[in-house]
């Protein structure tokens, strides 16, 4: 009886360990997908403007700032495993934006980011 109890929490605690896993690595791809396209579309901005190799890397390593800045909007996620899936798709609707709303988005909310933003709050008071 107690290998039996020994092996279920065993089972159990290697769901866990696993299904936290997936989310982490969705929550990464997602992250990433953002993050090359607003790089994507920052650059796109650019284009046909004569820029310099060194103005091209100043404006990489901003766009890598930017991304870890963004990254770092989510981090209430990496704290929260109920935050996972809802950070998770508000990122992966951010990244099927347009380059022009991506622009925009002082005006522009993705409903899963707005669900995001609510869940968030709702954990933080």
Avoid: W
């Avoid at 290998?3 to 989310?23: E, K, M, P, W, Y």
């Avoid at 700032?65 to 963004?70: D, I, K, R």
Wanted: hydrophobic share 40%; net charge negative; aromatic share 4%.
């Amino acid at each position: 009886m107690k290998v039996l109890l020994n092996t279920a929490i065993a089972l159990v605690f290697t769901i866990i360990t696993l299904s936290a896993s997936a989310g982490t690595q969705k929550f990464e791809q997602a992250a990433g997908a953002l993050c090359e396209h607003t790089k994507k579309c920052a650059l796109a901005s650019m284009e046909g403007e004569e820029i310099s190799p060194e103005m091209k890397q100043m404006m990489t390593s901003m766009l890598d700032g930017a991304c870890n800045a963004m990254r770092a909007g989510f981090d209430p996620a990496l704290q929260s495993h109920e935050l996972y899936q809802p950070a998770t798709q508000c990122m992966a609707s951010m990244a099927q934006l347009s380059c022009q709303e991506m622009e925009n988005m002082e005006s522009v909310n993705t409903p899963e980011c707005t669900e995001f933003e609510r869940l968030s709050q709702q954990q933080s008071k």
